[in-house]
């Protein structure tokens, strides 16, 4: 079994700071791309932001200059810091990785419970 599980969310004040955090745990060999993404009431799910296990990175443009997503390999652990944050970037945030398991011969697409991140104005 594999799963994720995501931490940091909570209530801010506009152009206020979060730093949300999402560990992978279970029979991992390896961890190719991560992404987070985010849902707002009554919007669809979108991405935010992609790292490569070379971390190369790709942000929404809704995000650049603001956002910073990171990883350590070495934690299984995926980052993304927000900063500059706006009333328009709450939403429940959730993280997505392909993993290589153990028990499965090919990449398994995982996804976090989700971590709300409220931004008053």
């Known amino acids: 079994q594999v799963q994720m599980v995501e931490s940091g969310g909570g209530l801010v004040q506009a152009g206020g700071s979060l730093r949300l955090s999402c560990a992978a745990s279970?029979?991992?060999?390896?961890?190719?791309?991560m992404h987070w993404y985010r849902q707002a009431p009554g919007k669809q799910r979108e991405l935010v932001a992609t790292?490569?296990?070379?971390?190369?990175?790709n942000y929404a443009d809704s995000v650049k200059g603001r956002f910073t997503i990171s990883r350590d390999n070495a934690k299984n652990t995926v980052y993304l810091q927000m900063n500059s944050l706006k009333p328009e970037d709450t939403a429940v945030y959730y993280c997505?990785?392909?993993?290589?398991?153990?028990?499965?011969?090919?990449?398994?697409?995982?996804w976090g419970q989700g971590t709300l991140v409220t931004v008053s104005s």
């Open positions: 279970g029979s991992i060999v390896r961890i190719n791309v």
């Open positions: 997505n990785a392909e993993i290589l398991a153990t028990f499965k011969a090919y990449y398994l697409e995982v």
């Open positions: 790292i490569t296990k070379g971390e190369d990175r």
